[in-house]
């Protein structure tokens, strides 16, 4: 069964840092693109970044270029996504995603929340 | 930026036919999906690339998508269905935009 897992989450301060770590199953990860998304309280789901199969690729929404960074370790089946500045704009669960035209599957999310 | 477009709520009547409708400039040029979104669950893919649906998805889920609009459509449906729905959109210049959601209740 395919499927990911999103770990990493939790409570940060204003102008923190975070990472979050998502371990793929049950496909060979190393053959695909790699996104995360996210989805804020009770609104609607937020693309984030993107990454090629050899990280070589990346993209993020312009919301958070230059204080996220997406990576991978293929040899570890793991992406992750490394927030920096972080605000309360950021208070969001995170999923990630297999593909980069389509997310499938999704993880079960990791819940990030920002305050102090 | 781009933009998609996605009306608020949708009401349908158990049995009856249900269409939820996603805008955005030349939309048909891109790869479109839809997701479920079930409260307290992760979104499920329900269709791709426009018309394609996933293994385990219900054939009553079909998809459309022409000029600058996409349509999902749910034939007969049923309670379990009621959920948010979510078009995506994807290039390869302005890469993953998501609609901002619709809200289906089975009266």
């Known amino acids: 069964e395919v499927q990911l897992v999103e770990s990493g989450g939790g409570l940060v301060q204003p102008g923190g840092s975070l990472r979050l770590s998502c371990t793929g199953y049950g496909f060979i990860f190393s053959s695909y693109w790699m996104s995360w998304a996210r989805q804020a309280p009770g609104k609607g789901l937020e693309w984030v970044a993107t990454i090629n199969q050899d990280g070589s690729q990346r993209y993020y929404v312009d919301a958070v270029k230059g204080r996220v960074i997406i990576s991978r370790d293929n040899a570890k089946n793991s992406l992750y996504l490394q927030m920096n500045s972080l605000g309360a704009e950021d208070t969001a669960v995170y999923y990630c995603g297999r593909d980069r035209s389509l997310f499938d599957p999704w993880g079960q999310g990791t819940l990030v929340t920002v305050s102090s | 930026s781009y933009e998609l477009t996605q009306p608020p709520s949708v009401s349908v009547s158990p049995g009856q036919t249900a269409s939820i409708t996603c805008s955005g400039e030349?939309?048909?040029?891109?790869?479109t999906s839809w997701y479920q979104q079930k409260p307290g669950q992760s979104p499920v893919l329900v269709i791709y690339?426009?018309?394609k649906r996933p293994s385990g998805i219900p054939e009553r889920f079909s998809g459309s998508n022409s000029g600058n609009t996409a349509t999902l459509t749910i034939s007969g449906t049923q309670a379990m269905d009621e959920a948010d729905y979510y078009c995506q959109a994807w290039d390869s210049s302005t890469h993953v935009v998501f609609g901002g959601g619709t809200k289906l209740t089975v009266l």
């Open positions: 690339h426009h018309t």
């Open positions: 030349k939309l048909g040029d891109r790869f």
